[in-house]
C-alpha cells in the first residue's frame, strides 16, 4: 500500500502528557501537510513542511505545538501537556515535488482522545 | 464571512438520483480546487481537481468552476448508496501557499 500512513491511527493521553503523531508520506512525496478536524469546525490547516524544512506554520498554534520532518523517518507532530480542546482527529497530507498545484493526499488520521 | 461557504445538508436522495453539491468562496487568490469524499472514521478521499474555470469530467462526476462568481460544484450522476459520505470542497493558492482551505462539507445519504 502506498498511500500515506498515519501511526497510531487512535491515541488516548491525559490532560499534561505528551502526544506524537506520525506520518509517513506517499512514496515519493517530498511535501507533507498536518490538518486538524474538529466536528463543528471542519478541516483547519495547521503546517506545510519539506524535508528539513517548515514551510508554513501560519496554522499552528502558539505554544505546546511543534512539527518536523526529518531527513530519515516520518514526520512527526507533537503536542505538549495536552489539553481537553487538543481532542480532534488529525490528518496528514502529502503532495509531489513540484509547482503549488499538486493535489494533496491524505491519510486515515490520528484520532486523539484527551482523559 | 467564512473563506469557502459549504451548505452542511443533510441531503438525501434516492438511488440513480443526480446529485448537486456546491461551494461559494470569498478570495479571489485562489487558484485550485477540489472535491474530496470522505467516509465516516476515514481520511479525505481526493475525488476531482481543477485548476481554472470551467468543466471536468470523470466518470459519474463532473466538476465545474466559475472563478467569475466565485463558485464552484459536484455533480454526481447515476447516484449510488456506495456515494453516501461526506462531500468537502477544498481550495488553495499557488506558490509556496499550498495551504488547503476548507468547506464544513455536505453529508449525503443516497438511499436504494
Known amino acids: 500500500n502506498a498511500g500515506v500512513m498515519q501511526n497510531p491511527r487512535h491515541l488516548v493521553r491525559r490532560r499534561g502528557q505528551e502526544a506524537r503523531l506520525r506520518c509517513s508520506p506517499m512514496?515519493?512525496?517530498?511535501?507533507v501537510y498536518w490538518y486538524r478536524q474538529l466536528p463543528e469546525e471542519g478541516l483547519k490547516f495547521m503546517v506545510y513542511?519539506?524535508?528539513?524544512?517548515?514551510?508554513?506554520e501560519s496554522g499552528m498554534p502558539k505554544e505546546r505545538f511543534s512539527a518536523e520532518f526529518p531527513k530519515e523517518g516520518p514526520s512527526i507532530l507533537r503536542i505538549q501537556q495536552v489539553v481537553r480542546g487538543d481532542s480532534a482527529a488529525y490528518f496528514c497530507?502529502?503532495?509531489?515535488?513540484?509547482?503549488?498545484?499538486?493535489?494533496?493526499?491524505f491519510g486515515d488520521g490520528t484520532r486523539l482522545s484527551i482523559l | 464571512q467564512k473563506e469557502v461557504e459549504q451548505d452542511p445538508g443533510p441531503l438525501s436522495v434516492p438511488e440513480g438520483a443526480i446529485v448537486s453539491l456546491n461551494c461559494t468562496y470569498s478570495?479571489?487568490?485562489?487558484?485550485?480546487f477540489m472535491w474530496y469524499r470522505q467516509y465516516s472514521r476515514k481520511g479525505p478521499e481526493l475525488l476531482m481537481y481543477?485548476?481554472s474555470s470551467g468543466n471536468k469530467e470523470d466518470g459519474r462526476f463532473t466538476a465545474q468552476v466559475d472563478k467569475s462568481s466565485k463558485y464552484i460544484s459536484l455533480f454526481i450522476r447515476d447516484s449510488q448508496p456506495s456515494d453516501s459520505a461526506t462531500y468537502l470542497c477544498?481550495?488553495?493558492?499557488?506558490?509556496?501557499?499550498?495551504?488547503?482551505?476548507w468547506g464544513l462539507g455536505t453529508s449525503l445519504a443516497v438511499n436504494p
Open positions: 497530507a502529502s503532495s509531489p515535488p513540484g509547482q503549488g498545484d499538486q493535489p494533496q493526499h
Open positions: 512514496k515519493g512525496h517530498s511535501h
Open positions: 513542511l519539506q524535508k528539513e524544512n517548515i514551510i508554513d
Open positions: 478570495n479571489s487568490a485562489f487558484q485550485y
Open positions: 481543477t485548476y
Open positions: 477544498a481550495m488553495g493558492g499557488a506558490g509556496n501557499n499550498r495551504k488547503l482551505i
